[in-house]
């Protein structure tokens, strides 16, 4: 039996062991880079309420490894590590820290969540550490003037109620409109959008905003409430699992609105089919990316060569995930950012190639959808199409919208 | 269950003279304490600011759970109020940021006060529910709309770090950390004081025999009111200084698991002990990390598996010392005595079991 005092004596080991890590040493001039290796940080919750989008740093490390097993760029290896942050800002900063000023990496690579995004975007933005490609559509995240050193990737939220916005006002200028949005940053972001884009004067508009908690089971109450409010058009603001409830719900009561879902939630896979495809359609939404489970793409070459992707790198995963699409989309830009930099990949050239991606198209976004930014433009992807669901698959409509 | 048993104040700070060893490990903790800011990085210096935060929640928590026998499943909702309560008064009205530290407090006291009342006619386990209530509701009530425009709703509020002042040769981690070492020393020196006095005797008593404390005259409504109050300022307190060395609040910051983490801090330290409370800060500030680092053995797909070690970890230690690491001090230095006084002894008694 172990005694008190050997635990004593383990703990105090264990504790002097955890404060005296061994300094990495780097030959080269630029943080984090070496002649053989590229070191990137990120924070991911791999843990806590949502843990689900855990599956984004899981494919970015896979397709990094893929670039790797391919000789690298330039002849170096990029070593992602990527920390827990269990979705909690304190610990996103603490993690943050720990990989700018213990494992020196060059720059922070896609950490997800607003809040902890947030939390350390000061702190890189004081150290001039590069925070690239962040992953959360809000859009706070785009601002070169105040920030510069923080980049998004995905059209922010406020964009893609932009373009709602926009297409209402053109095709139904007297619509009365109910809005259901998740009470956390990604809803109230969308919200204030579609108020912002239709304006004082049209304000009028929106009949009825109701909102639902992260943790509610279902919001079959709040979809009877905005049937009831008289609106004839339905914004869907919610995450995969609320919007299938709120597709199922409406058609369940026989409302039947003008339906526009937000692109977080336009999965075939994980939301119109457990919604129920008839009850889905008519609905729009604002397309970027090509849908794992959308038909339509399945003899695509780009989707092919994420699928043989996912096959190899990640055997076993969810293939109708669209978090893993999109993953690999990013982890692709990210690839051409370090390939335009050439030898030298301080902190500086990096974010300045960064802001320089002219017409870039990947595999897994649509045609026409191009990723550009520049020095006064930190919004890589401005650009969405509307499609309309059909029954079966999304049916792109109308030309590449800019926000 | 829990195990009181090592509580008794006076047992704790005795006034005893204090011996030629005693003096010199006070120093060399001193001079550790006083040194590691230099010695460390600075995220290291940031890390044991964190461990000294912790600390000071923890004592409050203990000062309530431990010492007069309230449990508190929701210590986090101070936290949180107090985090708030700095953020709000710095970034909308202007405050420096250390005078937000006793406004913080008196907050949280009448807020713990408050709550105190209607505590007074639950306990056990229906105190720890109405707690764990608390715990739910703090992080909701801070996304609350009409609030958005004071609690910048979920996007949070940002801050700026603060700097050392009169231009001392200080970096700013050592500059806070030094700010949390005042702070806590202040009020660990106000908590030794408060259980050693006569109102510290009556929180014992009525932890450990209300009726009886009642009927010598106790008046056990305001002592248990009050003590809530001091509680939930310290952890408020605690909450602000974290506010202060993060720069950042957001409702996702105090999630429920902070509540968890206090009340594991303090069993881990001991029940009822001042000084454990800081073994229990550094648990519950580097074991997750140690975890963390455990699990990468496994592989990149056992990225959940910290939390599963962090709890095996606990059920080991829960196990192995359940009266937490206080129990384990006096355990060490009861055998240290045991073994002294065997070896003054020896010419002139038995030989002592071995031990």
Known sequence: MISRRTMLKASAATAAALTARPWPAFADNATGVTDTEIKIGQTMPYSGPASAYGVIGRVDAAYFKMINDQGGINGRKINLISLDDGYSPPKAVEQIRKLVEQEQVAFIFNSLGTPSNSAIRDYLNENKVPQLFVATGASKFGDPEHYPWTMGWQPNYRTEAAIFAKHILANKPAAKIGILYQNDDFGKDYLNGLKETLGDKNAGMVVKEVSYEVSEPTVDSQVITLQGSGADTFVIAATPKFAAQAFRKAYDVGWKPVEYVTNVSLSVGAVLKPAGLEKCVGAMTGDYGKEATDPKWKDDPGMNTWRDFMAKYMPGADTTDANAVYAYGVSATLVQVLKQCGADLSRERIMKEAANLKDLELPTTLPGIKINTSPTNFYPIRSMQLARFDGTTWELFGDVLTG | ?355
Not at chain 2, 10 to 36: D, K
Not at chain 2, 70 to 79: D, E, M, P, V, Y
């Open chain 2, 1 to 355: 269950m829990l195990n009181f048993e090592l509580a008794s104040p006076v047992e704790q700070t005795g006034r005893a003279a204090v011996s030629a060893p005693r003096a010199a490990l006070v120093v060399l903790a001193l001079i550790v304490i006083l040194g590691l800011p230099f010695a460390l990085s600075g995220y290291q210096t940031f890390q044991f600011s964190r461990v000294i935060i912790f600390a000071i929640a923890l004592l409050g928590l203990n000062l309530l759970t431990g010492f007069n026998g309230q449990i508190s499943l929701g210590h986090g909702a101070f936290f949180a109020i107090g985090g708030y309560a700095s953020a709000i008064l710095t970034a909308k009205l202007g405050v420096s940021y250390w005078a937000t530290l006793p406004i913080a407090g008196l907050i949280c006291f009448g807020a713990g006060f408050l709550f105190g009342f209607p505590a007074l006619r639950l306990g056990g386990l229906y105190l720890a529910l109405a707690t764990f209530a608390l715990a739910l509701a703090v992080p909701q009530l801070l996304k609350f709309k009409p609030f958005d425009p004071w609690t910048g709703g979920v996007q949070g509020i940002n801050l700026a770090k603060p700097q050392p002042p009169l231009h001392l040769p200080l970096t700013r981690d050592q500059w806070l950390y030094f700010l949390c070492l005042v702070v806590a020393a202040f009020l660990f020196w106000v908590a030794i004081n408060l259980v050693n006095s006569r109102i510290g005797r009556a929180m014992v008593a009525i932890r450990d025999h209300p009726i009886a404390a009642e009927a010598m005259g106790v008046d056990t409504a305001i002592i248990k009111t009050t003590i809530f109050g001091l509680s939930a300022a310290y952890t408020g307190v605690a909450g602000a200084l974290s506010t202060i060395a993060i720069g950042f609040v957001s409702p996702d910051s105090f999630g429920l698991f902070v509540s968890l983490s206090f009340v594991l801090g303090i069993v881990v330290g001991g029940l009822a002990s001042i000084w454990g409370v800081v073994i229990g800060a550094l648990f519950i500030e580097f074991v997750p990390n140690y975890a963390d680092q455990l699990s990468d053995v496994f592989g990149e797909s056992a990225k959940a598996l910290p939390w599963a070690i962090y709890g095996l970890m606990v059920m080991v230690i829960m196990y192995a010392a359940p009266s937490g690491a206080a129990g384990v001090a006096k355990s060490l230095a009861r055998g240290v005595e045991g073994l002294r006084r065997r070896t003054a002894n020896d010419g002139d008694r038995r030989p002592a079991k071995s031990g």
